[in-house]
């Protein structure tokens, strides 16, 4: 039967103690609807999406899905952002108990004739809290894909138990890239969203459900992919959210090799022909 939810897995007991997971993970590789969810993290975050919050009307703003870092990928995109300093935010929400040591990574770019807001910062809350900076968190974005950049920045998240935490980043100015003011056309990216946290417990994610192995997991770097029905795209990215392997290969059983981009944990995306895709963690030792 073919997916068309993400990250329906399997959790194994392992003697990995303190290890380094990803909670949730945003390459939006897909322009559909679908995109607004998350492709790689832990499955209870599956069902949460990334939103644009804070528009004039207070209702959530339309997200569409335009190019991305990576060639063949897409980027989260809105428009909307005037008069937004200190209102207007992108957000995401998850659920992480037991997770400590939280780090953040993403990429932000604004448009260029439509010029997008350049100043935003980092925030978190718990549940029910209120906003928080994250210290360092500030950002300044350009119209390209290197200028707002977070890599790994620690995020001081305690105290979450079971409920759930916020994430936003905060326009702070209404000035655009060109040095006016950001009118309503004004475009705001965002690209390879991923929240990494240590884990106490020592639990694992395999990639094994109906219909669909990849094994073996861990790796050498050699690790095949077996399916029901045949798989139309196969992509494969790192931590960072870079894409690593594409193919298009139409058939049930698929043999990949990552051995030359080294050690450390990768996140498979498998797609079907109806556009509905599987999600999982392979680990290369």
Same mark, same amino acid.
């Given at each position: ?74 980027? @989260?995109?809105?428009? +909307?952002?005037?008069? &937004?300093?200190?209102?207007? #935010? ?5 659920? @992480? ?44 974005? @350009?119209?390209?894909?290197?200028? &707002? ?24 100015? +209404?000035?655009?890239? +060109?040095?006016?003011?950001?009118? @309503? ?16 417990? &020592? ?7 109906? &219909? ?45 090799? #990552? ?27």
């Amino acid at each position: 039967m073919k997916k068309s939810l993400l990250f329906i897995a399997m959790f194994i007991i392992t003697l990995t103690t303190y290890a380094q997971d990803t909670i949730i993970g945003f390459s939006f590789h897909a322009n559909d609807t679908l995109s607004k969810r998350p492709n790689f993290g832990l499955s209870t975050n599956a069902g949460y999406d990334i939103r644009k919050e804070g528009s004039a009307t207070t209702s959530l703003d339309s997200i569409s899905f335009t190019n991305g870092v990576t060639s063949g990928d897409y980027a @989260a995109t809105t428009t +909307n952002w005037d008069n &937004g300093a200190n209102t207007k #935010l992108w957000s995401i929400k998850f659920k @992480a108990p037991g997770y400590s040591n939280f780090k953040i990574s993403s990429k932000q770019r604004c448009g260029g004739t439509n010029g997008g807001p350049v100043n935003f910062k980092l925030q978190w809350k718990l549940s029910g809290g209120t906003y928080a900076d994250v210290p360092n968190g500030t950002i300044v974005v @350009a119209n390209d894909w290197t200028t &707002g950049v977070v890599n790994q920045l620690p995020v001081p998240i305690t105290g979450q138990g079971t409920g759930s935490i916020y994430i936003c980043w905060l326009m702070t100015t +209404n000035v655009d890239v +060109n040095g006016g003011s950001v009118t @309503a056309a004004g475009i705001s990216k965002i690209d390879d969203i991923i929240l990494t946290a240590s884990n106490s417990i &020592g639990i694992e994610e395999t990639i094994y459900t109906n &219909g669909i192995t990849v094994y073996p997991n861990p790796s050498n770097g050699n690790f095949c992919i077996e399916s029901n029905d045949a798989v139309n795209d196969i992509l494969v990215y790192n931590t960072l959210g870079a894409l690593v392997y594409k193919s298009s290969p139409n058939q049930l059983i698929n043999n990949i090799d #990552l051995n030359s981009f080294g050690k450390g944990i990768y996140f498979v995306n498998v797609r079907y022909d109806d556009n509905s895709y599987y999600s999982g963690k392979v680990i290369v030792r």
